[in-house]
């Protein structure tokens, strides 16, 4: 294999337990140079637990951890955190109080006085911070320490960086000016990261590659557009925004339902199977009142609702609607101003290209 092939880390097969309880459960990955790949998920399915086992702070029961190719763990050897070159920062990511900016990201650097300090101005400079080397942490703000500590951890220059939730603890604005900075640098430097969340539109924001986990799985792994666009199943397509399901039944490969069939090919008779769709990819048919399928569009036969509440969210709209086939409840978002009285009577389209078809869990 070519060296440039080599992942800067690699996790194969890691399974750990407490107790009886799995809270690993076989996840395998390969992180290569310069890029960010985030563990996704739900509280409790393990993304912390795999990253102290990649940091070394904690030893897997099964599985290997290899670093630039090098096995770092496994059933025979454990390499200590501080030998791995990989650099840490965490939600708590305490600042040594006694000492000052300069000091705290110098605190692991090698070199000459004057090498380090070098890479400190840079690195001062890289996250906006000139002219802070002399203050104490307890001076500065929470975004401003946060820059702080990710200047230390870059500063070594460590081929991986685990981040466990490095942005929770700051308020939204601050939050997304923070991720941004980060996200430069680190790609800079050509850190590899792996980024530990449980926000989907941070890891859209932030990741080259999404691992998405369910009960210690990577359940699936991809560019933040094809697991938006391409959910394994409904839970999948749940995580990253609201959803609105339509029921069939399939025969002869068909699903009949009131926005018109869908295609469910290979599917047995009888199966019953859920229609899967984003309120932003649901239709208001405003022109054809119901008049049936729109020949020219993707978007199927109309189904007939009334509107039970619409709410103005700032960049867009959410629009309520009781269906009229079955009284089920489906969310549309239209951007901009659209608030409809309740009781307006409104058509619906479903955008063929944009529907999931999952068996009924
Ligand atoms: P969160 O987003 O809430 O931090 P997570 O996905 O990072 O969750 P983990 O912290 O990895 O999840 O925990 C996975 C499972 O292992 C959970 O059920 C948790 O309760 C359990 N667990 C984690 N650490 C320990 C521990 N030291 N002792 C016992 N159980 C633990």
Same mark, same amino acid.
């Given at each position: 294999? *070519?060296?440039?092939?080599?992942?800067?880390? =690699?996790? +194969?097969?890691?399974?750990?337990? /407490? @107790?009886?309880?799995? *809270?690993?459960? %076989? #996840?395998?990955?390969?992180?290569?140079? @310069? =890029?960010?790949?985030?563990?996704? @998920?739900?509280? %409790?399915? @393990?993304k912390s637990t795999t990253l102290r086992i990649a940091a070394g702070v904690e030893?897997?029961?099964?599985?290997?951890?290899?670093?630039?190719?090098?096995? #770092?763990?496994?059933?025979?050897?454990?390499?200590?955190? =501080?030998?791995?070159?990989? %650099?840490?920062? /965490?939600?708590? !990511?305490?600042? /040594?109080?006694h000492l000052d900016v300069g000091a705290n990201i110098a605190f692991g650097l090698s070199g000459s006085r004057a090498e380090k300090k070098a890479r400190v101005l840079t690195l001062l400079d890289r996250v906006e911070l000139s002219g802070y080397a002399h203050k104490y942490p307890h001076e500065l703000s929470g975004g401003e320490q946060q820059r702080v500590a990710l200047a230390r951890a870059v500063a070594p220059r460590p081929r991986v960086l685990l981040m466990d939730e490095p942005f929770s603890g700051l308020d939204d604005r601050l939050r997304d000016d923070v991720r941004d900075a980060t996200l430069e640098l680190l790609k800079d430097e050509g850190t590899a990261v792996l980024l530990v969340t449980h926000e989907p539109e941070e890891a859209m924001r932030m990741a080259d590659q999404?691992?998405?986990?369910?009960?210690?799985?990577?359940?699936? +792994?991809? *560019?933040?557009?094809?697991?938006?666009? *391409?959910p394994k199943d409904r839970e999948a397509a749940a995580f990253f925004s609201d959803i609105n399901v339509v029921s069939g039944v399939v025969k002869n490969a068909l699903t009949?339902?009131? !926005?018109? +069939? /869908?295609?469910?090919? %290979?599917?047995?008779?009888?199966?019953?199977? =859920?229609i899967i769709i984003r309120p932003q990819h649901l239709r208001l048919d405003f022109d054809r009142h119901g008049k049936g399928p729109n020949p020219t569009t993707q978007e199927g036969t109309p189904a007939k609702g009334v509107v039970a509440r619409a709410r103005y969210l700032g960049n867009h709209s959410l629009v309520e609607f009781e269906m009229a086939y079955d009284g089920s409840r489906l969310q549309v978002t239209v951007p901009g101003v659209f608030l409809p009285e309740s009781g307006r009577v409104l058509w619906l389209s479903m955008r063929r290209d944009r529907c999931f078809v999952f068996p009924k869990t």
């Open positions: 294999m *070519a060296a440039q092939d080599t992942p800067r880390l =690699e996790l +194969q097969n890691i399974c750990h337990s /407490f @107790g009886s309880d799995a *809270a690993v459960d %076989g #996840v395998s990955l390969r992180l290569h140079s @310069g =890029e960010v790949i985030c563990l996704l @998920g739900p509280s %409790g399915c @393990g030893c897997q029961d099964t599985g290997a951890v290899l670093v630039d190719g090098k096995v #770092v763990s496994d059933q025979t050897c454990h390499m200590p955190p =501080e030998n791995r070159s990989i %650099g840490l920062m /965490f939600q708590d !990511f305490a600042l /040594f109080p999404i691992a998405l986990m369910r009960a210690g799985r990577i359940v699936q +792994q991809g *560019a933040p557009y094809n697991i938006y666009n *391409a009949e339902t009131p !926005f018109g +069939q /869908f295609l469910v090919p %290979g599917a047995v008779d009888g199966t019953e199977v =859920e």
